[in-house]
């Protein structure tokens, strides 16, 4: 067994990852104890499935992993999201969300770490990540699944901040 721990985000505004990798399962949990989320994906022979969250408050993950790209949807086909991604050595670059209001991934595996950037300059998510055996494409996978659930909760509690007229 092999552990992927890390965070996505800073220290106050950030989410950490914890989870387990053994026999093609990656099973953690994304931020806290009571505030966050469950990740549990399978890969076999290229697929990725799986879900973050529970039944009602979460998102299915499905589509191909392999070790030069990502081609994963995360939710469902209406109210979902794409995850586009290149690996070119030890270089992940991509797209999550779509070409006008989406993110950019800019990651970059250094020996058992994977480090970089998720969205802009001003409004992204640093990650920070140690991998240990897990596939860095998995990991790059994890890592975006990490910030969608960070981006809706930040969302979710701006909405709750600010009720309508």
């Known amino acids: 067994m092999s ?8 220290l106050r505004l950030g989410y950490d990852l914890h989870a387990n990798w053994e026999g093609g399962q990656l099973r953690g949990r994304i931020g806290g104890t009571f505030q966050g989320k469950d990740i549990g994906l399978t890969l076999h022979s290229g ?47 991509g797209r999550f969300s779509g070409r006008i209001s989406g993110k950019d991934v ?16 001003v409004d992204g998510k640093d ?15 994890a890592a975006v699944c990490a910030y969608k659930v960070l981006e809706d909760d930040q969302t979710a509690a701006a909405a709750a901040n600010h009720p309508s007229s």
């Open 3 to 10: 552990k992927l721990h890390g965070r996505i985000g800073g």
């Open 47 to 93: 697929d990725v499935d799986g879900r973050v969250g529970g039944t009602f408050a979460g998102f299915d993950v499905d589509g191909d992993v392999t070790p030069r790209e990502v081609r994963v949807r995360l939710g469902g086909r209406v109210d979902g999201d794409d995850v586009r991604l290149t690996l070119d050595g030890d270089r992940v670059t």
């Open 106 to 121: 800019n990651l970059h595996r250094n020996g058992d770490r994977l480090e970089g950037r998720i969205g802009g300059a």
């Open 127 to 141: 990650v920070h990540l140690d991998l240990g055996d897990v596939p860095t494409e998995l990991a790059a996978l």
